[in-house]
């Protein structure tokens, strides 16, 4: 095999790229979504820090903590400051010869009470102590509980539960077992506390009034984050960038562009880091203003795509109604019977059988529930009633050009070759 000259240089350029010598990032660790920074970079939340850890503190006495919800925006920090209070409950604990176990569950990907519970008693189970091992499947769940119990007693005087993205489980017995195991004879000599976090603040109106009787929570919400507290958490994350890459021009523009949507740190942090990587990818000294721009571009087709490649072509259907609307009036706000009477036309256009106003409304709420929309019942004044105001949450624009572009959804009828809604905008 012979390699002519352009081979050679094409090679020269891919060991550039696959070489461990990078100009922008020192410790892109610290850009990662579970990393938790030093007490001193939790930047705005102290507040809610210190009411997390009062309701808490009972712990590290080895009393019985209070059960705490964290509602908020995504990237408000609700999981940061649980991660971080609940480790310094476990270690102020030791201090007085407590044993407080903790564990953290992700309730997006242990979505069921038999999923969650096997979790929670896996990460908290040390063989060397009970004697057994849980393995991860062939139990039943009532077995798991027998466990988890037995684990519970065997190991700690308290146990720390947070449930992250709580709204995910499938029900709410877990928290019926959790906050009534005492209660019910399970647990001779430990006690447990609950922190719940979610997204969607009204979680709590779906639990059974038993189980809002036995957990008695408290409820911590979380408020999305504006630029100067947004800059200085891209600043407490400097870091992981070496000297001189991250200008102020830089980190204003990150935070601006964030504080734009729902004042979401993770997606300022996220933003950093892509924007990182273009700069690294061309070779740059330093990352611009530019690169911000570009790597926003990206993001937001990205997570356009995702929601995109899993929804139904009616759910689509009703998402367009909202995005054609957007287009043609210039504002993201519509009334519920003009998105029905837009998907009605859609519907038309691509032969697809319209649904009734009810079942429409439903695939809004889920669009919601992926926060592209926002939902709000507002007053009509007299002789009006209330009625529902949709607001689109993303950038219309982006959404017609990823149905555009993308491969994905050709021959679905949602393309300007094929939607005269499309190409009369």
């Not at 971080?84 to 409950?89: K, V």
């Not at 990587?277 to 795509?305: G, K, N, P, W």
């Amino acid at each position: 095999m012979t390699w002519d000259d352009e081979s050679v240089e094409n090679a020269g350029a891919l060991g550039d790229a696959f070489g461990a010598r990078d100009r922008i990032f020192s410790e892109k660790g610290r850009l990662d979504v579970g990393y938790v920074p030093r007490p001193d970079n939790i930047v705005a939340r102290n507040d809610e820090i210190r009411r997390l850890a009062t309701a808490l503190n009972p712990a590290v006495m080895g009393g019985t903590p209070s059960n705490v919800f964290l509602y908020g925006k995504t990237g408000t920090g609700k999981s940061l400051c649980a991660r971080y209070a609940t480790a310094r409950i476990v270690e102020a604990a030791a201090e007085n010869g407590v044993a407080v176990g903790r564990v953290v569950v992700d309730c997006s990907q242990d979505d069921t009470e038999t999923r969650a519970v096997r979790a929670i008693v896996r990460a908290l189970n040390d063989p060397d102590t009970t004697s057994f091992t849980v393995p991860e499947t062939g139990l039943g769940r009532s077995r798991y509980y027998r466990l988890l119990w037995q684990v519970l007693d065997a190991r700690f005087d308290v146990a720390l539960v947070v449930l992250d993205e709580i709204d995910r489980l499938a029900n709410d017995d877990l928290l019926m077992q959790l906050s009534r195991a005492a209660e019910t004879g399970k647990l001779d000599t430990c006690s447990v506390g609950v922190v719940g976090i979610s997204n969607k603040i009204k979680y709590r109106d779906r639990l059974r009034e038993r189980v809002k009787s036995s957990l008695q929570e408290r409820e911590i919400v979380f408020t999305p984050y504006d630029r100067r507290a947004l800059r200085e958490i891209i600043r407490s994350r400097a870091d992981a960038f070496e000297s001189e890459t991250l200008s102020d021009d830089v980190i204003s523009e990150c935070a601006s562009l964030a504080a734009e949507e729902h004042g979401d740190a993770r997606r300022a942090i996220n933003l950093l880091r892509h924007a990182g990587e273009l700069a690294a990818f061309d070779d740059a000294d330093a990352i611009t203003v530019d690169h911000v721009r570009r790597a926003d571009s990206v993001a937001e087709r990205d997570r356009v795509e995702a929601l995109l490649a899993g929804a139904t072509t009616q759910q689509k259907a009703t998402l367009l109604a909202v995005v054609s609307l957007a287009l043609v009036e210039k504002t993201r706000t519509f009334e519920t019977t003009d998105v029905y009477a837009a998907y009605e036309d859609i519907c038309a256009e691509v032969s697809l059988d319209a649904l009734s106003k009810r079942r429409v409304h439903d695939l809004l709420r889920e669009w919601e529930f992926l926060e592209v929309l926002e939902i709000t019942r507002t007053g009509g004044g007299r002789g009006r009633g209330s009625f529902l105001r949709h607001r689109l949450l993303e950038d219309p624009s982006v959404i017609r050009s990823v149905f555009d572009e993308s491969d994905r959804f050709a021959g679905t009828g949602f393309t300007s070759e094929t939607n005269t809604t499309w190409s009369n905008i």
